[in-house]
């Protein structure tokens, strides 16, 4: 269960209540200052009316406070359940007044890095799985550290503007940002809005639980293609600004030691006499107990519509909406999971009964699967978003979910598809953010048009778009730039190099006046420079100019950086492309060992690496390595990135070639067969490389 407390002032405040509160509760502020958002885990009947009696409490306590309209100061949030964490519940016989207030706080490992980033100020950022303790490290050291500092927490991405007109009172604020990817993007947090705040002298405290940050890091980086930047770029210029810190949800024995001075609280008691394979913050949240509840609910007349509707919850988020859904949504989506899981067999509850059930809380917690209050929006519990193995979110239940997206939600689900590689999903939500007007969402839906076969109308697009943004924004805009750069990186892929090549050369010295000789983007310009001149038929020129590139990115980024070791790759396959393919393979093993070293061995760069390694043995004619290595990859390429994503197409046209080559046509026909499958599944009969292997294959489409 998470509270927000939203902070009004002055003569806004009547405006900053219409974006930060609920319209029943805006009402109630008026030209006052502040009141909690909406929220609270919704309870069954008794419970829920203690959860609401125990939230207007508080809010009258604070308003009573500051009557004079004055904004909260960090000491005045006595209860750190109104900031974020999971309320943890006492039981009856234990301090009846303060039923939900949290345990005592146990001293993490982690926080003396933690209270020296925030005591040098800026902009710091918690990063761990759900129930690690995040959000209760960093308010107790923003309760300790900045006592005096006015709280500003925005309830969700519309907030932001209403913060930095906040921030115009010079004062010193605490801006707090509990699980930050739910303001991230167009209209809330993005890089130009984090440099207001900073400017303003404000220090910025976020959390943000671990599988949404490695959205933005390298992993993803090797995933989306650089035409791809412009949606998920500005994110991760947010996160890459931040003084990290990590924190485990396992506790260390040091931890578990001082807890142990607690243990006559029976909630950090019970947590310790947990196994250790769990956190203590873990058990104290109801996580595991949580977790099993949902699983033996399947069980024909239990609960299985209630946990029909969790699991339906936990797709919507996984699916890339941050924000409480509707309860008709779930409603319909969680039919879907109920039937695929065996239906009336199930002897499923009614409606009334699983939706009570997925609200109650468990045990000694306030913890319950579904989060908030059915009249204003339901979430899943963030531990099931990280803690659940699951399939494929079903293209049924994905569908129906962009009918219910707002246009922000749309691009959020789009980026989610782009780093699944589902570019057909991708293209359905770009387009609904682009048909609301959403700046980033055209040139990533012509991008995708790109992938998916159409990259005639993508440029068509693109070159629109271009021209657009340069006569409504300038030249030496950063989004038209981004624009103009995505048009010659298309039109090289179209297959009109000397074309590109003038873009880019055009590109080449607006992004050095506007960023700087020096900078990424422009080093990454002139790699592009290379590939054009490469892709002339000059391959050779190609693999100098980037070698004579890479000791400026091992400068500018270190030499194991992922765009380092991405020029590596090229000079390994402009060589090869040369006819040197002895050499090319030499330099290709030594980039597997180095993108192993540095990046792992399934990060798909990594993968693609050993790609070119079976290319260039297949060149040199040593086929029966080449096949060998090629099976594996393909295993390997199944494994980690799925049987749908474009590299395992690859992986199996290389082992059908390659099989053709070492054991002949008729061994090859039943592989082809299953390769061609395949590409007429994932990508339709029309796609150019399905085109590629019926060239190669001799089969016809059926």
């Not at 219910?404 to 598809?417: F, I, K, S, V």
């Not at 590139?549 to 950086?561: K, N, T």
Request: hydrophobic residues 45%; charged residues 25%.
């Amino acid at each position: 269960m998470k509270f927000t407390i939203f902070a009004l002032m002055g003569s806004a405040a009547g405006l900053i209540a219409g974006w930060w509160l609920p319209a029943a509760q805006a009402g109630l502020v008026g030209a006052a200052f502040l009141a909690l958002s909406s929220g609270a885990a919704a309870r069954n009947e008794s419970q829920l009316s203690d959860r609401r009696h125990e939230r207007e409490r508080a809010a009258t306590t604070l308003l009573s406070k500051h009557s004079r309209g004055t904004l909260p100061r960090v000491r005045d949030i006595r209860d750190p359940v109104l900031v974020g964490i999971h309320p943890y519940q006492h039981d009856l016989a234990e301090q009846p007044d303060r039923r939900w207030s949290a345990p005592p706080y146990i001293p993490r490992d982690i926080d003396a890095d933690l209270h020296a980033a925030v005591r040098d100020g800026g902009f710091v950022l918690l990063v761990g799985e759900s129930t690690a303790g995040k959000t209760r490290s960093a308010f107790e050291a923003a309760r300790l550290l900045l006592p005096e500092y006015f709280l500003l927490s925005p309830r969700n991405r519309d907030g932001i503007s209403s913060l930095l007109d906040a921030l115009k009172i010079r004062r010193h604020y605490l801006i707090w940002l509990d699980d930050m990817e739910r303001f991230l993007g167009p209209g809330g947090l993005t890089s130009s809005s984090l440099s207001s705040m900073l400017e303003s002298g404000a220090t910025i405290v976020a959390t943000m639980r671990t599988p949404e940050y490695d959205r933005f890091g390298d992993h993803a980086e090797s995933v989306i293609e650089s035409a791809d930047y412009e949606v998920w770029r500005d994110g991760r210029d947010v996160v890459r600004q931040a003084k990290k810190i990590r924190i485990p949800r396992q506790w260390s024995p040091a931890e578990r030691g001082r807890a142990q001075l607690h243990r006559n609280d029976r909630r950090i008691n019970r947590a310790l006499s947990a196994s250790e394979a769990f956190g203590v913050a873990e058990v104290l949240a109801a996580g595991p107990e949580l977790l099993e509840a949902w699983r033996n609910a399947w069980s024909p007349g239990s609960h299985p519509r209630g946990a029909a509707l969790v699991l339906a919850a936990v797709d919507v988020r996984r699916a890339g909406m941050h924000e409480a859904v509707g309860v008709s949504l779930l409603v319909r989506l969680h039919e879907i999971y109920l039937r695929d899981r065996g239906g009336a067999q199930l002897r499923p509850e009614a409606m009334e009964s699983a939706l009570a059930w997925a609200l109650r809380p468990f045990g000694h917690s306030g913890a319950s699967m579904l989060v908030g209050e059915p009249g204003t929006g339901l979430r899943a519990f963030d531990y099931f978003l990280d803690t659940l193995n699951l399939e494929v979110i079903p293209d049924e239940s994905w569908d129906l979910i962009l009918t219910h997206a707002t246009p922000r939600d749309a691009l959020d689900m789009g980026m989610m598809a782009l780093l699944d590689a589902r570019h057909d999903r991708a293209a359905s939500a770009f387009a609904v953010a682009a048909r609301a007007g959403l700046a980033a969402a055209d040139v990533a839906k012509a991008v995708i048009m790109g992938k998916t076969g159409h990259i005639d109308q993508a440029v068509t697009e693109l070159q629109s778009i271009w021209e657009f943004r340069t006569r409504s924004l300038g030249r030496e805009n950063r989004d038209t730039l981004d624009a103009h750069a995505k048009l010659a990186y298309l039109t090289l892929k179209q297959g009109r190099p000397a074309e590109a090549l003038s873009l880019m050369r055009e590109l080449l010295p607006l992004r050095e006046a506007h960023l700087g000789a020096e900078h990424p983007e422009t080093l990454d310009t002139r790699l592009n420079i290379a590939n054009a001149i490469g892709r002339l038929g000059h391959p050779a020129d190609a693999a100098d100019q980037c070698r004579a590139l890479l000791e400026r990115f091992q400068r500018e980024l270190g030499p194991d950086h992922i765009n380092t070791l991405d020029v590596e790759a090229r000079i390994a396959m402009w060589t090869g492309k040369s006819g040197r393919y002895a050499e090319a393979f030499d330099l290709t093993e030594t980039l597997v060992s180095r993108r192993t070293l540095a990046l792992g061995a399934d990060h798909a760069d990594t993968l693609y690496a050993r790609g070119r390694a079976v290319t260039w043995l297949a060149a040199m004619e040593l086929h029966a390595d080449a096949l060998e290595r090629a099976r594996k990859l393909l295993d390997d390429r199944r494994r980690v990135l799925g049987p749908d994503h474009l590299h395992t197409l690859h992986a199996r046209r290389q082992v059908a070639r390659l099989v053709d080559r070492t054991q002949g046509s008729a061994s090859a026909m039943p592989v082809w067969r299953e390769t061609l499958d395949e590409h007429v599944r994932i990508l339709g009969p029309e796609h150019p490389l399905t085109q590629k292997v019926i060239a190669f294959s001799g089969f016809r489409v059926p």
